[in-house]
């Protein structure tokens, strides 16, 4: 497996061309200016309890919605 790390805008992160997208999110809320896409994704996995911005906290979402990578992979941070 190869693994590229990418730079992209946090606005514009739904439409990056990749196996997967790794969002890695720090803090207690979503950073302002987060893809709405993504954010919308991560709102989602956290209200239905599947996801939350505790450390060491992961999901993994196929063919998400709205995601050009096929895989969406968030991933948090903590504090």
Same mark, same amino acid.
């Given at each position: 497996?190869?693994?590229?790390? %990418?730079?992209?805008?946090?606005?514009?992160?739904?439409?990056?061309?990749?196996?997967?997208?790794?969002?890695?999110?720090? /803090?207690?809320? =979503?950073?302002? /200016?987060?893809?709405?896409?993504?954010?919308?994704?991560?709102?989602?996995?956290?209200? =239905? /309890?599947?996801?939350?911005?505790?450390?060491? %906290? *992961?999901?993994?979402?196929? %063919?998400?919605? /709205?995601?050009?990578?096929?895989?969406?992979?968030?991933? *948090?941070?903590?504090?």
């Amino acid at each position: 497996m190869d693994f590229k790390i %990418q730079t992209a805008e946090l606005e514009a992160l739904a439409g990056v061309s990749a196996d997967a997208l790794v969002v890695v999110l720090a /803090g207690e809320a =979503l950073a302002a /200016g987060l893809d709405t896409v993504v954010a919308r994704h991560a709102q989602a996995a956290i209200k =239905l /309890g599947d996801f939350t911005l505790k450390a060491g %906290q *992961a999901l993994t979402l196929m %063919q998400a919605d /709205g995601i050009k990578a096929p895989r969406l992979v968030l991933a *948090a941070s903590g504090k």
